[in-house]
């Protein structure tokens, strides 16, 4: 699977924010389905903020980390 500008993250994943452009690279440490927002880690400037999940083009998966447990 092609990785694209609208794919959903996932717990694990980390993303390049894309609309404020000093955040860089993040971490997702959890995902509210309920509320479709995800928790996410930015090291770099050492915060962690809740995103919208649902990606509208504001940030790029890096990598998608898929749970294989069944």
Not at 51 to 69: A, M, P, R
Request: hydrophobic letters at 30%.
């Amino acid at each position: 699977m092609s990785l694209t500008q609208s794919q959903n993250a996932s717990k694990g994943s980390w993303i390049k924010e894309e609309f404020r452009g000093d955040r860089s690279l993040g971490y997702v440490t959890t995902i509210d389905p309920k509320t479709k927002m995800m928790r996410v880690k930015f090291p770099k400037t050492h915060s962690v903020t809740w995103l919208s999940w649902e990606n509208f083009g504001q940030y790029k998966v890096i990598n998608l980390v898929c749970d294989t447990k069944k």
